[in-house]
């Protein structure tokens, strides 16, 4: 249903592009990687943008004691509308189709992991590793910005806003090592799917992603 909806706004707005007086195109870069945008008028103050942006990037991470390598992969679509009632000056709404995720591998503390208030020695966990993903693939958006794609001549624009990706859907698995013994390992198990709820709770905050975008446009 919600990639039908979405095949449907974006035929709608591509219609629309068809009786613009005013087209452009841009490209920009932010906190959803580096993209670009196509742009078109469908009233006075009232412009249509449908885009797409992406990038990988690894960092660090610590929740519950845990330490990640994470890698951050951003895949996110736009389907816009812009308001321009002030100039360039604008309010912005729609919606973002994305794909985000964040591939997780564990690392051990000092030479131990600690799940669920229990303590494993390295050589008992063979391999931790996860992934997060974004709980609403169709995110609604609303944000401000300023400038506009279909504005005629070579000019920038900037949008500051938030899209709701809903909680998070995590998973989290362990391997046994080759010290584990058979107890040691169903414990393990065990105390690894507790700890992936906790990993879920701490990430909740992520239900708001903070949009932060400049780009350069080109308008005709």
């Known amino acids: 249903m919600k990639t039908l909806s979405s095949a449907l706004l974006a035929s709608v707005l591509f219609a629309a592009a068809g009786n613009a007086q005013a087209f452009g195109v841009g490209a920009r870069a932010g906190t ?16 249509a943008r449908v885009g797409l942006a992406g990038g990988n990037y690894s960092t660090n991470l610590s929740a519950n004691g845990i330490d990640y390598d994470a890698k951050f992969k ?3 679509g736009s389907l816009l509308i812009d308001w321009s009632p002030l100039g360039p000056f604008r309010l912005t709404a729609g919606f973002m189709p994305n794909n985000n995720k964040i591939d997780l591998t564990g690392k051990a503390q000092n030479g131990s992991y600690n799940f669920n208030g229990n303590t494993y020695q ?65 414990q393990l198990q065990a105390d690894v799917a507790a700890e992936q709820g906790r990993l879920g709770d701490d990430l909740r905050f992520a239900r708001w992603y903070p949009i932060a975008t400049i780009g350069v446009t080109i308008g005709f």
Do not use: E, H, Q, W
């Open 122 to 186: 390295a050589s008992d966990v063979g391999s931790l590793s996860g992934s997060v993903k974004t709980g609403n693939r169709f995110a609604p958006y609303v944000g401000i910005g300023y400038g506009n794609v279909a504005t005629a001549g070579i000019n920038f624009y900037a949008d500051l806003g938030v899209m709701y990706t809903g909680s998070p859907k995590t998973s989290l698995s362990a391997a046994c090592g080759p010290t584990a013994s058979a107890g040691t390992c169903n």
């Open 32 to 47: 959803t990687g580096f993209g670009g945008d196509i742009g078109f008028s469908l009233a006075p103050t009232l412009l």
């Open 74 to 76: 951003s895949a996110v």
